[in-house]
């Protein structure tokens, strides 16, 4: 059975690149391109992993990391946050709100396809 993916990304061309990159290499995929869905989305589609975006219209990524860890249910899922935010810092603050992985944007397919292999 394929392993399933959510792809939180509210950019177009970022959204359709992860999920064509993950469909080519076997993986189910979900699109979701609006922060306020993504936690439905998630209870929905149980992923074995979220690629999150952090800067999301409505809700932040951030703060859908840490309702993902504050969710019994969900909290065992690994979040790899794909992100623009590559300042001082970031990488802890995103960490800290419960991201087990981190990319800065803009990705790399080889570096992102092995972020995605190592959390699940």
Known sequence: ???RILVV????LNR????????????EVEPVADG????????AFF?????????LPNV???ELIERIKRDEGLRA???LAVTAYA??????RIREAGAEGYLAKPVSIAPFLQAVTSLL
């Open 16 to 27: 359709k690149l992860f999920c064509d990159l993950l469909r080519a290499k076997g993986f």
């Open 47 to 55: 992923p074995d992993l979220v690629v999150m975006d952090i800067q």
């Open 77 to 79: 899922i690994p979040v």
């Open 87 to 92: 300042g001082k810092g970031d990488e802890e």
């Open 9 to 12: 990304e509210d950019n177009d």
């Open 1 to 3: 059975m394929a392993k």
């Open 60 to 62: 932040s990524g951030l």
């Open 36 to 43: 306020r869905a993504a936690l439905d989305r998630t209870r």
